[in-house]
């Protein structure tokens, strides 16, 4: 089903076409893990909505408007099945150990190089606000206009700018003994 854009097969999905959506499924799955991700901090979780959230699409495929860009409208649900699961998963666990502090300049983690720069922009965006890292990770890494971040986060695209902003100034403020260190 190459060269037929999302509109069309979710049209055919929406006739009850499962190879349609199974098409679907195949575009969007890694852009939905990521998603879910941004919003989990978790690889099994993040599969885990993306999951439920591809679920929720099939279930509510006849109510997508063709007229209207797909991808936003799924990472919506993907977004909302993530929020969901998340806060399923929070009443039944505690806090993971995972994120512990950036090892100082003294610290042997820091000299045998374990803390490498992947792991502390994980860690430095885990410390924002779960609205200001959707809005970084999908304007920043994934390349989509403000626009299309508050279609899919359901806000006012002013509010995906100061997001952006925000979460662009508290990461520089977090990250900043990464650039001392370069510096060095």
């Not at 901090?41 to 929720?56: C, M, P, R, V, Y």
């Not at 929070?90 to 983690?109: H, I």
């Not at 992947?118 to 410390?127: F, Q």
């Not at 200001?132 to 695209?157: H, T």
Request: aromatic share 6%; hydrophobic share 45%; no cysteine.
């Amino acid at each position: 089903m190459t060269g037929v854009d999302d509109s069309a097969l979710a049209a055919q999905a929406a006739a009850g076409d499962p190879e349609a959506f199974g098409e679907l499924v195949a575009r969007h799955a890694p852009m939905a893990r990521r998603v879910a991700h941004a919003v989990l901090e978790n690889e099994q979780d993040a599969d885990d909505a993306a999951q439920e959230g591809f679920l929720s699409a099939w279930q509510a495929i006849r109510r997508y408007d063709p007229r209207r860009a797909f991808r936003p409208w799924l990472m919506q649900i993907v977004v909302n099945a993530a929020r969901d699961l998340r806060r399923r998963r929070k009443v039944r666990t505690t806090e993971p150990l995972e994120f512990v502090a950036a090892a100082s300049r003294d610290d042997p983690a820091h000299e045998a190089g374990a803390l490498d720069l992947g792991d502390r922009l994980r860690a430095a965006l885990a410390e924002l606000p779960e609205r200001q890292r959707l809005a970084v990770v999908l304007f920043d890494a994934e390349g989509y206009p403000q626009a299309e971040i508050a279609k899919m986060l359901g806000i006012p695209e002013g509010t995906v700018k100061s997001d952006v902003f925000h979460g662009r100034r508290a990461l520089r403020k977090l990250l900043e003994s990464v650039k001392e260190e370069w510096d060095d």
